[in-house]
């Protein structure tokens, strides 16, 4: 599959078939950006495709020296406040691009929901500009100074939330650890008395 850069100038070259790569390539990602943000699958649906459809028609806008995602993610960031959504917790289910390869044991693939599914509600609890700004950074896999152009954050504040919402959802790990280990602890502990 040609690169981002080859696509987009197809496109501008009148070959309007390309965007369709650009299409496949990003339309799970930004939808999967928008359920990280609290949105309903429908709501998450509708503005994967504005997102992808205003892209479309501001393509000759895109300068070069920027990489296609980080403007793509721009727009839809943009589109996500335009729209003044609160967020909302919603039930998590893997998309196409996050589901299980076949081959792993059926145990390691409820495993790792369970794990996904907790990591979600983790991310829930955090306040929307860290929330955004994980999202972004490895959900997007964008740098920090994309992230900050996107946010309206400079370089130290993006470094500054990812560096405490990664703090937040460690000390909300550990607690949760501890308080499963008391629980276990007390049942054992009732347990012996019988």
Do not use: C
């Not at 070069?64 to 721009?74: H, I």
């Not at 999202?135 to 996107?150: D, K, N, P, S, T």
């Amino acid at each position: 599959m040609p690169d981002d850069r080859t696509l987009v100038g197809a496109v501008l070259a009148g070959d309007k078939q390309a965007y369709a790569g650009l299409v496949d390539r990003y339309k799970n990602k930004l939808y999967g950006l928008f359920r990280k943000m609290g949105l309903s699958e429908a709501d998450a649906q509708d503005l994967t495709q504005e997102t992808l459809f205003k892209a479309y028609r501001k393509l000759a806008s895109q300068r070069p020296e920027q990489s296609f995602a980080g403007w793509l993610y721009t727009i839809a960031v943009n589109l996500y406040r335009d729209r003044g959504r609160r967020k909302v917790p919603v039930p998590r289910e893997e998309t196409a691009e996050q589901a299980a390869p076949d081959r792993d044991a059926p145990e390691q693939r409820v495993l790792r929901a369970e794990l996904r599914s907790e990591l979600d509600a983790l991310l829930d609890t955090l306040p929307e500009h860290y929330r955004l700004a994980m999202v972004l950074r490895y959900v997007g896999q964008l740098g920090h100074e994309e992230i900050a152009g996107m946010t309206g954050m400079t370089v130290s504040q993006v470094n500054n939330a990812l560096h405490r919402a990664k703090k937040s959802l460690r000390r909300q790990i550990t607690e949760k650890e501890g308080t499963r280990y008391e629980m276990a602890a007390e049942y054992r502990s009732r347990k012996s008395r019988v």
